[in-house]
């Protein structure tokens, strides 16, 4: 290649195609740019159009983020309390709920609906937000200044609050108003254990007077972009973005989610140190939601079934103490993590007293065994992102059904999954495991209401691209 030629490439390259801004301070967070280093290439290119959105949002973000002149003028609505007319900026703020694959998943997809609405996306810090990730945005923070008015009050918010979308519409609180005075921020429950009436959320009636609310604060544990295209005022503006429908949280992670130096410390030396040289790696995500640490010896037969039946590691030799040739052998990595230490132990002790039919050597690595969640330890969660992060490296990945810490991981990496399905009554699952047809998360508690015709619908039939998922028989997926 032409010299000359060659920083623009590579210039390019480190933007991932156009889809990361140009200008921040590379050491501030060396992921940032870093990161395209070790991950495969994007699984396609990004829109010309998703680009320019994204370089426009940044621009608003900029004008009427935290501390600029036009956030303050919109903070004096709330304090306020009612208001005409129509606000310069408006605004989303996300609430930091749920595990932290939750969190991710629900941060892409406010981000999408915030980038469709055109509001800004807030974060509400939480316990360990900031600690985690970079900010995605120039200039101006994503993250909710500790002085927001009403900040203290989010942890008390639930479908009980009198700022509740779903309650305003039971108490017939929305909509006579006939037209001008709307309050200046709606509480939007979209958490698993939402009703009928925070639902209609996703109806294009309840859209067209939510549009018109300056701030939306909104909690959810839920990936809800497959319900976006079923907004039909939605729609158009989503094909454009997005022409191919199952590389969007590819897209979005690898734009919004680059982990702080002190996460990356923790993925580069793991990666380094275990990874880098092995032929291939595989990934197995062990998520078993089955109480108690385990391991289980119906799910342990499940994943080995799996990793065999579908050719993903060698089998071994239980007859021959056989030595395996001199000379080079094919290596393999295999990445496991779970909360439990057992599934570990158990693959590696194979590994290791006995060769395998191949002659392949396998070794076995598990950076963490935290053995419970435990979400507001700050040292728990970086491990827990590094760790769903070095999944997201590996060349092949084998993940559990239902979990969105598995989601994370093979959306990041744009790799499809072989699937272990959930084991039912302490049984092991057959088959064992199943290969994913799109890259995209699940959402798990989808409406099934049909907004026009005020009935309820199997909302997996409405458009080809979104049906039920995989490892969720009930949920939706973007294909
Ligand atoms: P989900 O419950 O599997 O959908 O995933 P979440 O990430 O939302 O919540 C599970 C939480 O448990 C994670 O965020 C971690 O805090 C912890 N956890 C679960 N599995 C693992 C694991 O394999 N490694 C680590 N470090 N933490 C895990």
Known sequence: EDGSHRPVTVQKHKLLGGLLPSGFDERSCLSRHGSVLYHKELRQRPSSYLISRLRNYEALHKRCGPHTELYNRSVELIKS?????????????????????????????????????????????????????????????????????????????????????????????????????????????????????????????????????????????????????????????????????????HFLSRYLFHPTNSVWGLVMRYYQAYLAQADEKLGIQIRVFDTGVGPFKYFLDQIFACTTKENLLPRINRGEPIVNPSGKQKTIAVLITSLSPGYFEEFRNMYWEHPTVTGEIVGVYQPSQEKHQQTEKLMHDRKALAEMYLLSLTDKLVTSAWSTFGYVAHGLGGLKPWILYKPENKTAHNPPCVRAASLEPCFHAPPYYDCKKKTGTDTSKIVSHVRHCEDVSWGLKLF
């Open 81 to 249: 309390g009612q208001y005409r007319g129509s606000a310069d900026c408006n605004y989303l703020v996300w609430i930091s709920y749920s595990g932290l694959g939750n969190r991710i998943l629900t941060l892409a997809s406010a981000f999408l609906y915030a980038l469709l609405t055109n509001r800004v996306l807030l974060v509400d810090p939480g316990v360990n937000m900031p600690d985690l990730f970079c900010e995605p945005f120039p200039d101006v923070s994503w993250l909710l200044p500790p002085d927001f008015p009403i900040i203290s009050k989010f942890s008390t918010f639930d479908q009980k609050s009198p700022h509740c979308y779903g309650y305003m519409v039971k108490n017939d609180i929305v909509g006579n108003s006939s037209g001008s005075i709307v309050p200046p921020f709606i509480y939007l429950h979209l958490a698993h254990d939402y009703d009928d009436q925070d639902k209609l959320f996703f109806c294009d009636e309840d859209q067209s007077f939510i549009q018109k609310i300056p701030w939306l604060v909104m909690r959810t544990d839920n990936y809800f972009v497959p319900f976006l295209f079923l907004i039909p005022s939605f729609e158009r503006e989503l094909n454009n973005l997005f022409p191919e429908k199952e590389t969007i949280f």
